[in-house]
């Protein structure tokens, strides 16, 4: 079997491609998804409504969920730019574009209230 997320976070476009992997990755239910055989659902070819739904379906009770989520956040905050893409911890790139600009807000409000 291939090991599409292996593959997924080794890409040179990938700005979670300059770390090394992680011992919480060893644990993710995409580990052992057969990339060949089953295509990669992570990176759909569209951003209709419906093209992560399996990829949504997989990473939902993985138990490294939080982790791949703060570990896209983090390369993809960190990153000039903020190149999103891919489903990492369950959300698309739109998602975790939203959820960071809505943590910036609340982050502003705080330091002007304060």
Known sequence: MTNLRAQTMTRPTNPLASREPEDWRLDAKCRDWDHELQGDPWHPDSDLPGAYDDARKICAGCPVLAACLRAAVDAES?????????????????????????????????????
């Open 78 to 114: 960190s990153s000039y730019g903020a190149l999103r893409f891919g489903m990492y911890g369950g959300t698309t790139p739109a998602e975790r574009s939203a959820a960071l600009r809505k943590e910036q807000r609340e982050r502003a409000a705080r330091r002007a209230a304060a």
